[in-house]
């Protein structure tokens, strides 16, 4: 069930904004703006910028004129993706291959940033398993046939010399992060490939399961490049008409994300109160773990570019059938 938060204003930068609204058109003071994020390491990254909902009853003052944003956040990318297609998003948090995937198919949104550089992990409880020769023959569990962890996963295989389908068994059986989760928890699954926080909740239920690899250092040793994993973009209409307050929003979701890295103890307390994530010693030992770094588009592009293209190379339709253009990336800063 999502959870909607509603603030008349969520950033605290957007003080000295508000204060020289004077130069704007009523039309930007009167702006309404819907922010789409997903549960997990996307909403630990914002959590200080949703806390700030705090400043709508000192903002919120009669007569007195203001952008507003309402927050949602959803359980599942699929719900975002609605979201986008009717498009009731003006900004929206996704995997990246899904944000091209949906460029390519002809939405108009732009990859405003990268939030997030990495969370996969591949996790066991067999403590011999020290190289990836040592996974020949062996039984690895992934949540979705076709989608990111799957195409990264594979692709990682090969790179360090073995056949995803003939030198291990993969298998699909538990297709959500959720359902994996429980049956590693239950000792039901050997090994499986997890994200954070999931990774930290697995851990924290069965003390018996490990790390073997952290997959984002695996896929920055073989590629060069880190994992651009998620995509916050932005509807081009609203980016182009109201260019201020979209640099306002980046600037706090950047302020917010760098908080969140300084103030772990904080955050988990914070992500707990809004029931982003339940556990807060939990969520705490998984910020580290969620390579939270806030780096706008024009500065991404060739990191993403690189990362988009080794999935177009191993399967084009997982990014729309084509490689984004150079217009898929806003160029503001």
């Excluded at 594979?154 to 959500?176: A, C, E, H, I, Q």
């Excluded at 939990?282 to 773990?289: E, H």
Aim: net charge positive.
């Amino acid at each position: 069930m999502k959870k909607i938060l509603y603030t008349f204003i969520f950033l605290s930068a957007f003080l000295p904004f508000l204060a020289g609204c004077g130069n704007e058109s009523d039309n930007e003071k009167d702006t309404k703006c819907t922010v789409i994020t997903l549960k997990g390491p996307s909403s630990v990254g914002m959590i200080k910028m949703i806390d700030s909902i705090k400043l709508r009853d000192f903002l919120n003052k009669p007569g007195k004129k203001k952008p507003w944003i309402k927050i949602e956040i959803l359980n599942e990318p699929l719900q975002v993706r609605k979201m986008m297609i009717d498009g009731t998003a003006d900004f929206a948090i996704l995997p990246m291959t899904t944000a091209a995937a949906l460029y390519n198919k002809g939405l108009d949104y732009k990859l405003v940033a990268v939030p997030i550089w990495g969370t996969l992990y591949l996790c066991g409880k067999d403590p011999s398993i020290k190289t990836w020769k040592d996974l020949k023959g062996r039984r690895i569990n992934l949540m979705a046939k076709g989608m990111t962890p799957d195409v990264l996963f594979r692709y990682l295989l090969m790179k360090n010399g073995l056949n995803p389908d003939r030198d291990v068994k993969l298998d699909y059986s538990f297709p959500t992060h959720t359902s994996l989760t429980n049956a590693m928890i239950a000792g039901v699954v050997d090994i499986g490939v997890l994200t954070e926080p999931f990774v930290s909740m697995a851990a924290d239920k069965n003390k018996s399961l490990l790390t073997i690899f952290d997959l984002n250092a695996e896929w920055l040793k073989a590629c060069g490049t880190p994992i651009a994993e998620t995509a916050f973009v932005g509807k081009s209409k609203f980016i182009i008409n109201h260019p201020k307050l979209t640099a306002e929003i980046l600037k706090e979701y950047a302020n917010s994300t760098n908080w969140v890295n300084a103030n772990p103890d904080s955050a988990a307390i914070l992500t707990a109160n809004y029931q982003i994530l339940p556990n807060p010693a939990v969520t705490r030992s998984a910020i580290p773990r969620c390579n939270l770094r806030f780096v706008k588009a024009a500065d991404a592009q060739k990191d993403v570019n690189n990362y988009l293209n080794t999935f177009y190379n191993m399967n084009k339709e997982i990014t729309g059938g084509k490689m984004p253009d150079s217009t898929f990336y806003w160029s503001g800063r």
